[in-house]
């Protein structure tokens, strides 16, 4: 089947997000979406969060990171 995929997250200033997905082969795909903080949780949303287009991962900020 296919092999290993590295998959790359940007969370850019203005709320927009850059999923880039590369596969072992060098080919990339590119998907755009959103992202909001909502307290410690950390929504996702864009084409590429399958089934929903959407996901909430819990997370810690620390300063600006």
Request: hydrophobic letters at 45%; proline letters at 3%; charged letters at 20%.
């Amino acid at each position: 089947m296919g092999g290993q995929v590295e998959v790359r997250l940007e969370l850019q200033v203005e709320g927009t997000l850059r999923v880039t997905v590369t596969q072992s082969g060098g080919a990339s795909l590119i998907f755009p979406g959103i992202w909001l903080l909502v307290d410690d949780v950390l929504l996702l949303r864009g084409n590429w969060f399958q089934p929903d287009g959407e996901v909430a991962v819990r997370c810690a900020i620390e300063g600006t990171r």
